[in-house]
């Protein structure tokens, strides 16, 4: 049950049909949760690319209208359901991107957040209990919204999967959320981030942040990366791009390396000649964020380490349309709203 104390409504930022422009703030009762439910008070969410791709055209998938974008919140719990043992009041928590992914394979009723899955763009949400994880000591909300797309795929990418070491190169493109991350997580471990950018302020920007090499986009980075290796190559690859950028990843990677392909920028297709392939021994894997164990790990990263994530804006309640302008535009961090 909700106390008296709790209040009677919430705001919600939804949109009845695709497009940015149909973005529409209502007002609703807040839910009571239900079993195995906790309602929590959204303190801050962060937007994701994907949280653009969705509001145009859904990717593809078949959505209920009116739905309610963004994925990414932290906040803390009011009000728990009947059976509810993870949680109390009081308790700073994030949400999961994948309800249901607990750990190991993913299950196929497992389903994101932020559509289909119920949207954080709320001033409060009901969650099921176990698509939760407990917030970062050392982060504020803003920061600690970043977490769970942004820092869990850069993480689930080079350390669950990958198993990342000190002392191995990695090859990252771009300098959006997942890349700025991976920066981060690698110089964690103690490895080599080498970017690749076409821009050359944000060049400079992550080298300040801790990559150890900044290349030009229209360079022949895949020569260049093979001679800052002593010729062997990187380990792993975040290929944020797709396209007939996977060919070039390809030739920068060293025999038996892996390359975590993550983003589409340059289209949802991927090229690159066999013979890389084959002659490298290359593993190439999908990476769709991860589970709810590899978020509790990278929270207590964070926590040991003072992982500081980087923010490019924040914005309030009032100012969504203008924080998904800033995402549009391009931004070296994460844009963020705070309720």
Known sequence: MIDSTLPSTLQ??????????????????????APHQILVRTEAVALNYRDLLMARDGMGMALSFPFTPASDLAGTVLAVGEGVTRWQPGDRVLSTFWGGWLDGERPASAVPLGAPGPGMLASHVLLDADWAVAAPHTLDAAAASTLPIAGLTAWFALVETGGLRAGQAVLIHGTGGVAL???????????????????????????????????AR??????????????????????TVGGANLGRSLQALRAGGRVSVIGTLAGDTVSGSVYDFLRGRATVQGISVGHRRALEELVRAVDANGLEPVIAGEYTADEVPAAFAHLERGAFGKVVVRF
């Open 218 to 239: 229209d360079a022949d980075w895949p020569a260049q990366v093979r001679a800052l290796t002593g010729g062997s190559g990187a380990d792993q690859v975040l290929e």
């Open 12 to 33: 919600r930022w939804q949109l009845p049909r695709f497009g940015l422009p149909h973005l529409e703030r209502v007002q609703t009762p807040v839910p009571a949760p």
């Open 181 to 215: 991350f991976g920066v981060q997580v690698a110089r964690l471990h103690g490895a080599m981030p080498i970017v690749v950018s076409g821009d050359a302020a944000k060049r400079e920007q992550v080298l300040a942040l801790g990559a150890t090499h900044a290349l």
